[in-house]
């Protein structure tokens, strides 16, 4: 897999205000990197600072493994804050300004007016555009001429929720085909549902990063009771495939190695005597795991 | 080329732009047309010789110029529009450079000083070629037109700057048009000689004023009659033109460099 982005120890403060701490990363080519925070952990900053409209204090960071410029941005789509179009302008109008930016031909136009579903109001002025239609033409926008890497900043910002689940679906395709996608959000939902990889800012500072199992603990819990709570907790230690056990009211939690399922651990307890008075799988807390990192 | 394409496609479905160009466009000539129909009681002049050649040149160029401060606010419009739009950030984003933006909106400035100057050359022949009789020269003063042109640009890249730093449409116009009057508040305090170097003056200077240049030239005239200095005439003490042009092309350049250093510091926001 090919490096599409390394960022090298990027720092940048506002005065006093540090928005980013010597944050390092590196996104290789079919990732979606979600980078996720809560408000002012410095998730733009550095998305603006890799899309050279900040600048950073220090730190470097290459695109493709090379020193970032005005054609290496033409190849990458982008969504940052705010949705920028001249009011004035129809979503066609405005589009093909972006489409002589970015040099890529017209009739790219009337295949991202399709996918974001604003062909019916493409020749409407931008001003007239709800919230939520200014969204979705800037996602448009992002993929005017197919690029291969998208940088998605808070993409279903301000949409309402069928809105919301109109982009993750276009989301969804792209990551499909292969798409690299750089994508930061505050809701921890979205970024579980559609992202590979994860970065944890808080105060411009990188807390973990990685695959997205590994960070935020996607594993399944298992919890187990019976008569004899103590017995119970010492035969699940000889069971092969059994880990982090842990007790909290009245019940043991425990997770299970890839491809053992309650079924084992009820047949594995029954063998060694232990009838189970209780047992059932807990969908990972991820919210709860979250909220521990950023503590 | 490409740059170009993009700023029409940005100016060309702009309504202020056009309402701008046109107040601007259809007020010169009534005005000029205005000023020729005053009746001055008693006197030894009539004020439609205004219209005629080769006069009509400068003439009619001292009185656009006023209207190029207009030109110049449209400027900050269209530059300060760029910035509350956030559409700078985002062709920035895109893949523009920044000095793709400076030399988008010097392409600008070019298309709108041509296009107000061709416009001012129909208008002079129009007033020349209905008024003027006998045999004189159309073309004598036809340089008026030129420096015109350079004038328009001079307060466009004012506004370019002044828009660049401040970013408020608001704020800047009130500052650009204010800027005329500071600069006369710094003058005051200046050493004598180098007021006459500022750059709002050495702008307004490239379309001098006819009732100067006249009382100039008859002053010469007065100097070379009375020799013997028994009649002091009127000091008029002004750069030349060539001079003007000079220090107001170095000037436009230097605007230009400082917007465009402006922009590589400062983030995009």
């Known amino acids: 897999m090919s490096e599409i982005l390394s960022i090298n120890n990027i720092s940048k403060s506002y005065g006093k205000i540090h928005a980013v701490e010597q944050v390092s990363l590196s996104i290789h080519n079919g990732e979606v990197y979600g980078i996720l925070g809560p408000n002012g952990s410095g998730k733009t900053t550095t998305l603006g600072i890799i899309l050279d409209v900040l600048k950073a204090d220090s730190g470097t960071f290459n695109w493709f493994g090379k020193a970032p410029d005005k054609f290496t941005r033409k190849k ?63 996602l448009a926008s992002a993929l005017l001429g197919n690029p291969d890497v998208l940088v998605l900043d808070e993409p279903t910002n301000g949409l309402d929720p069928q809105g919301i689940a109109e982009v993750r679906t276009i989301i969804k395709d792209l990551v499909a085909q292969g798409k690299t996608i750089i994508m930061a959000s505050h809701i921890l939902d979205e970024v579980e549902k559609i992202c590979s990889h994860v970065a944890v800012l808080k105060s411009g500072k990188l807390l973990t990063y990685g695959p997205i199992q590994a960070v935020l603990n996607k594993q399944e819990q298992v919890y187990v009771a019976a008569e004899d709570m103590g017995l119970l907790k010492a035969v699940l230690g000889q069971i092969d495939g059994v880990s982090g056990i842990k007790e909290s009211s009245n019940k043991i939690y425990l997770m299970l190695a890839q491809g053992k399922d309650s079924a084992y651990l009820n047949k594995a307890l029954f063998e060694k005597g232990i009838v189970v008075k209780e047992l059932g799988v807990q969908k990972p807390d991820l919210e709860a795991n979250f909220l521990e990192l950023v503590k | 080329m490409n740059l170009l394409n993009i700023e029409l496609k940005k100016i060309l479905p702009y309504s202020t732009f056009w309402v701008i160009l046109i107040l601007v466009f259809a007020l010169i000539p009534a005005v000029f047309y205005g000023i020729g129909q005053i009746q001055i009681q008693g006197a030894p002049f009539d004020m439609k010789q205004m219209y005629r050649f080769p006069g ?11 209207f190029n401060l207009l030109i110049g606010m449209l400027l900050v419009i269209l530059v300060c529009n760029e910035f509350s739009f956030k559409t700078f950030r985002q062709q920035v984003i895109d893949g523009q450079s920044k000095s793709d933006f400076v030399i988008s909106k010097i392409m600008v400035m070019v298309i709108i000083s041509l296009a107000s100057t061709i416009y001012l050359f129909l208008i002079g022949m129009l007033f020349g070629l209905t008024t003027t009789s006998g045999n004189v020269s159309m073309f004598e003063n036809i340089h008026y037109l030129g420096v015109y042109f350079i004038q328009a640009i001079g307060y466009m890249s004012v506004g370019f700057l002044l828009a660049t730093i401040i970013r408020s449409t608001a704020l800047s116009i009130i500052i650009f048009m204010l800027s005329i009057l500071i600069e006369s508040i710094i003058q005051i305090f200046v050493p004598a000689g180098i007021e006459r170097f500022f750059p709002m003056e050495i702008i307004a200077n490239l379309t001098p004023n006819p009732i100067y240049q006249s009382m100039m030239v008859q002053a010469q005239q007065m100097q070379n009659m009375q020799m013997n200095g028994q009649v002091t005439p009127p000091q008029m003490d002004m750069l030349s033109l060539g001079t003007t042009i000079m220090v107001a092309s170095i000037y436009i350049m230097l605007f230009w460099g400082v917007t465009y250093f402006i922009l590589t510091k400062k983030d995009i926001r």
């Not at chain 1, 109001?121 to 979705?136: E, I």
């Open chain 1, 76 to 138: 990458i789509g982008s969504l940052l804050e705010t949705p920028n179009f001249y009011p004035y302008l129809s979503a066609r109008q405005n589009l093909g300004i972006a489409c002589k930016v970015k040099q890529v031909p017209e009739s790219e136009i009337d295949r991202v007016l399709a996918i974001v579903n604003l062909t019916q109001r493409a020749n409407s002025k931008f001003k007239t555009y709800s919230l939520g239609m200014k969204q979705r033409l800037a």
């Open chain 2, 56 to 66: 009509v040149w400068n003439n009619l160029t001292y009185l656009a110029s006023w």
